[in-house]
């Protein structure tokens, strides 16, 4: 459960981390770094994808500049993955809506 988010904070657990995270099957992964720090590349989730997630969820950052790039929406609905984009405050109230088995949420913690 993700207890809070503030521009570069996020608590999960109560635990607090200052970098971008990755959260799968009630596990924290912390410190997610991207090839390109503002986008997202397929090959930046291919760990999410192992799960053989049924829903990611991916926080784009306090003011959502974290762009998803087009081979990774393709790529989900090419595999029935739902993928929801939005800006971090956001998607951590709908990754708190649906956690559970299946559910992978992705946090880009600020721009």
Not at 57 to 62: E, Q, Y
């Amino acid at each position: 459960m993700i207890e809070e988010y503030k521009f570069g904070r996020i608590v999960v657990d109560g635990k607090s981390y200052t970098n971008d995270i990755k959260i799968f099957n009630d596990k924290v992964k912390p410190e997610w770094w991207r090839r390109e720090g503002h986008r997202l590349y397929l090959e930046d989730m291919q760990d999410a994808i192992a799960e053989k997630p049924k829903t990611i969820i991916v926080g784009c950052g306090h003011s959502g500049v974290m762009k998803v790039m087009e081979e990774v929406r393709e790529y989900c609905r090419e595999n029935n993955i739902e993928l929801i984009e939005l800006w971090t405050g956001k998607a951590v109230k709908v990754f708190n809506e649906r956690a559970g088995p299946g559910v992978i949420g992705m946090f880009h913690l600020t721009c």
